[in-house]
Structure formats: C-alpha cells, structure tokens
C-alpha cells in the first residue's frame, strides 16, 4: 500500500523560507517520477515541481528561482525548499506519484 506524507508546512512572514518534505511508503521514489502540487482556497490544483526518476527537475514559472525539488532517495523521501516566499504561495501543498496523494500541508504566508 503506497502512502505519502507531507510535513513542514506552516505560517511564515513574506520573504521568509520553508522546506516541506514528502516521505513515501509502499514505493520507491527513485524511480519514479515525484511531484509538488499546491491548491488556495477557491482555486484549482496546480503543479508546481518534479523530479524524475532520472533526477530531472522542472518547476512552474511563478516559483522558478525560489522553489527547488530534490530527492533523498536513502530517506525516500522528496523535498520542496521554498524561498523567498509570497503571499500568493499560500495554499495547501501536495505530494504525488503515480496517482497517489499525501494528505497536504498548509503553508500559509503572511504579508
């Protein structure tokens, strides 16, 4: 049974940073491809970084050069450093593979 759970969200001042973590069970994250994923209130999910199983990573423009995904696949676990961060990066953040959720992790940034 494959289970994901998300830590490390929490309330910080605008400009502040944050590393949320996505620790797996039941899969192997180095093999597979691992996304971030993040919903504000009244919005739809959006992607916002992966790695692949290759240890490619690609992030979303409104992130690009504050968020990085990165993978300790001795842990099995993946992380989203997150810096520099804006009010509009408030929402719950998500962790998915192969069709499997986490539970989220509120980040909430105030200004």
């Known amino acids: 049974q494959v289970r994901l759970v998300e830590s490390g969200g929490g309330l910080v001042q605008a400009g502040g940073s944050l590393r949320l973590s996505c620790a797996a069970s039941?899969?192997?994250?180095?093999?597979?491809?691992v996304a971030w994923y993040r919903q504000a209130p009244g919005k739809q999910r959006e992607f916002v970084a992966g790695?692949?199983?290759?240890?490619?990573?690609n992030v979303v423009d409104s992130v690009k050069g504050r968020f990085t995904i990165s993978r300790d696949t001795a842990k099995n676990t993946v992380y989203l450093q997150m810096n520099s961060l804006k009010p509009e990066d408030t929402a719950v953040y998500y962790c998915?593979?192969?069709?499997?959720w986490g539970q989220g992790t509120q980040v909430t940034v105030s200004s």
């Open positions: 998915n593979t192969r069709m499997q």
């Open positions: 039941g899969i192997t994250f180095s093999i597979n491809t």
């Open positions: 790695i692949s199983s290759t240890g490619t990573t």
